[in-house]
């Protein structure tokens, strides 16, 4: 970054930041916010503050706008726009300030290092006259036609190396990858408390997939109901954003709290959005909101879990186990089993006396001399960029290739990639685990399992015969192969109907195979992978019990089961 630029201020900020500094002003009821971009900030404009008061609370709205600028247009052009366009001035006479939001604009192409500069001269600013203020990057999403620069991976956005994105939903995700790029260069660049993201994009391509899965009563066009033009959004899509803003100000969902204000939206859409708010919101850490994303498990589905749980493992314990399980979801709110999987693989353990479960929800789990208190790792429905960290990477990778076990249902095929969208972005740990994709049909599909090889270990809970089943079935792509994978379970596609519902993403295989479950060698160590874990019935389900504990018993060391991949066995090598 150029230090001179870094030095180089407006002639109205230079002034403020040589005065003495003025005494604070009594501490407001309110929570206090500035919002400085353009017209994509000017989204809650007028919408904020009264969805706060209609959730009993009381906030101060104050912004500096300017149509089409970029940060760095706003910096130089003070006294300019909509707003408190003095921005100096009233940073020195409205602090305290809570919160300062800035909105880096793909628009104009500039570059993370750039953005990275003039968000943080106007953080690094604010602060002075506001201490503890909380300073935010606000993640703007692309047009329909999803061509900016950002989107596309071009420009600015090349030095990130990401991928042209083939949906709009990974536009998104594009658009957020530049951002928490930005946001790491002004962490390291300004003492300013630690940057947070708005994850607005995030929540619009979640509606997006709900509309364009048919989820949305009332709503079946999402660009038509939600874009007023190629980048501005209605009061549906308005009310979605400041649903967002109110979640990372508050720190709490806005479910059941606010009203539905003027969005045009029934009772029922505005709790969709409101939960959709909330969800990417607490699932994406950048957004500081710590507590784990995890649905409550009633009475009378834990009393079902408990009657289901196997008597006795299949295998007795050549020493004391345990498996670390990983719950975490980033960009994603969670799946509806997580909890129901967390609890039953723990209460399997506990009454079988195979292993000790212990669950988890922070990346420090990956620390070497933690991984080294395990036998196996379970990544329960993971979904996202669950962390970026090289070195916890690099211990995951070596405490599995030197003899330790790898676990992981449904979502984890899409760990480790940038949510929404499943941009790749750890390809290691997808040759591990086997394989990548998350697309699928409806969550009930009802389809004909095989069993592969009956007389394996891992599926005597299936008594050697194929069987029916309702669940959500992922899709399964590169690098899936039969000459990696002993495939245990797959789709009978002679008995199933392949087109039942509407498909998520890409549904079909030239070469007609289906894979739901499969284990492989990875070095010294095993891995398992089983896609039927969408629903939380699968884990009060006695076969499915009965095989994950073979299957946990695998990866822990205890089973001993023949990985040769399955196109070997064809083949006769």
Known sequence: MNRIALLSVGAAALSLLCRPLPAAAPAAASVRTFHIGNSLTDTVDGWLRPLAASAGDSLDFHRFTIPGAPTDWLWDHPGTGFGDSDYARAFAELAPIDHIFTQPFAGHGRSVSNEADYSGRFFRLCSRYSPHVQPWLYVQWPAPDFADSWARGEGAAQELGLKPASTWQEGVANHTAYTEAVARLVDRAFAVRPVRIVPGGSALAALKTEVDAGRVPGLSDFFGEIFADDIHLTAKGRYLISLVHYAVIYGESPEGKVSVLESGLTPEQAALFQRLAWQAVR????????????????????RRIEEALPATAPAPPAKARRLLIFDRNVGYGGHPSAAHANLAFTLMGQRTGAFEAVVLYDPSAFAADNLEQFDAVFFDNTVGNLFEDPQL????????????????????SVAFTRWPGAQEDWPEFGEMLGARGAAHRDSDERVFIKVEDPDHPLVRAFGGTGFEYRDEFFRFHEPYSREKLRILLSIDTERTGLGQGQARGDCERADNDYALAWIRSHGHGRVFYCTIAHNPYVFWDRRMLEFYLAATQFVLGDLPADTTPSARLRTGE
Do not use: C, D, K
């Open 283 to 302: 699932g994406y850490p950048w957004a500081g909101i710590s507590e784990p994303p995890r649905g409550p498990v009633t009475t009378e589905e834990r």
């Open 393 to 412: 990477r690099q211990n995951l990778l070596a405490f599995v290739s030197s003899g330790g076990g790898l676990m992981g249902v449904h979502g984890t």
